[in-house]
């Protein structure tokens, strides 16, 4: 059964540092999202793209994250520089389209900044 | 946003139903109701979806109120493996297919 890869499942970071998250979604899949799990709460949504354009970012931080999807198939999402906050579950989805399909959920990864 | 809410927190024994309520009072009638659950230490997975009419699949059922002011999502034996946290989630044509995650019911089966 296809599924949504996401690496590393888990980083460890000094505040002030770099981070990247990567994700490949099921194959064919156009919409991939990206969202953050706070621990206790439900996941929220950081950006969203549609191929390789981004249709909804309304909640991503961009002074400090950044997301891309080249080519309209796999994913980086960025944090620079990571903060003391940032440390959640960064989990990525795809699915066929947008409006009620299914979305498929990656295994997560888990940061953690120091 | 319409917005729902749930238990914090349910019991249930191992091989008997579990029924999850969730109250929308402000949903619109464009709104589907989706249910999604997560297992620890992994990301989410859709269990169920509809709009007005019962639905059944190979997971569970999903009940939904003729006023469509409230949904139950029911398992219809619980097995070990259903301890998860369970999200009842409105999606409306206009919110661009993401989906607002509440805090969900927390689903414990005991042996």
């Known amino acids: 059964e296809a599924e949504v890869a996401q690496s590393p499942r888990y980083k460890i970071t000094e505040k002030s540092q770099a981070v990247a998250f990567w994700c490949d979604p099921i194959?064919?899949?156009?919409?991939l999202y990206w969202y953050r799990q706070i621990l206790g709460q439900g996941p929220e949504l950081l950006v969203q793209f549609q191929d390789e354009s981004v249709v909804d970012d309304s909640q991503l931080p961009k002074d400090r994250f950044s997301a891309e999807r080249l080519k309209g198939v796999d994913s980086t999402l960025k944090i620079q520089p990571a903060e003391l906050g940032d440390s959640a579950m960064y989990l990525c989805?795809?699915?066929?389209?947008?409006?009620?399909?299914?979305?498929?959920f990656g295994p997560g990864t888990r940061l953690t900044v120091l | 946003d319409a917005k729902t809410t749930q238990p914090n927190s349910m019991e249930s024994n191992e091989e008997e139903p579990v029924h999850l309520p969730c109250n929308h009072s402000t949903i619109s009638g464009t709104d589907y109701i989706h249910w999604y659950r997560q297992l620890p230490s992994q990301g989410p997975e859709y269990v169920i979806h509809g709009l007005t009419s019962n639905v059944n699949n190979r997971m569970a059922s999903l009940a939904i109120a003729e006023d469509r002011k409230s949904s139950t999502l029911i398992l219809h034996r619980a097995t070990l493996r259903d301890a998860a946290v369970y999200y009842c989630?409105?999606?409306?044509?206009?919110?661009?297919?993401?989906?607002?995650f509440g805090q969900g019911t927390e689903l414990s089966v005991k042996p």
């Open positions: 194959s064919g899949h156009a919409t």
């Open positions: 989630i409105l999606r409306g044509i206009n919110q661009g297919g993401k989906l607002i």
């Open positions: 989805a795809s699915s066929f389209g947008t409006e009620y399909n299914e979305q498929f």
